[in-house]
Nanobody
Framework: QVQLVESGGGLVQPGGSLKLSCAASGFSTDSYAIGWFRQAPGKEREAVSCISSRADRTYYADSVKGRFTISRDNAKNTVYLQMNSLKPEDTAVYYC??????????????????WGQGTQVTVSS
């Protein structure tokens, strides 16, 4: 059974850090690009960051550049999102997803085959 499970979300104060993990099972992520998306209440789902299958390409939304870092460990079938200097506007449900377009870093949700259930990130004092 194909599954993506996010973890690491929670409540953090502005300026704080969180590290999200996305663990895959039921398939090998070796040939898949992995993306992190987020969706805040009343807003559309947006791409936050993406990493190609070989980790030779990455994408970051302008709003998170310099603050977030995506990485992957194919041996562990896991992708990470290190989030630093968090802001209240980063509050959202964060989802990881796997795309068969492994060579690229797709930003459109329609390019993704598998999705996790999401993890809540709340940045508030």
């Amino acid at each position: 059974q194909v599954q993506l499970v996010e973890s690491g979300g929670g409540l953090v104060q502005p300026g704080g850090s969180l590290k999200l993990s996305c663990a895959a099972s039921g398939f090998s992520t070796d040939s898949y690009a992995i993306g992190w998306f987020r969706q805040a209440p009343g807003k559309e789902r947006e791409a936050v960051s993406c990493i190609s299958s070989r980790a030779d390409r990455t994408y970051y939304a302008d709003s998170v550049k310099g603050r977030f870092t995506i990485s992957r460990d194919n041996a562990k079938n896991t992708v990470y999102l290190q989030m630093n200097s968090l802001k209240p506007e980063d509050t959202a449900v964060y989802y990881c997803a796997a795309s068969g377009y492994g060579y690229y870093t797709p930003v459109s949700p329609v390019s993704y085959n598998y999705w996790g259930q999401g993890t809540q990130v709340t940045v508030s004092s």
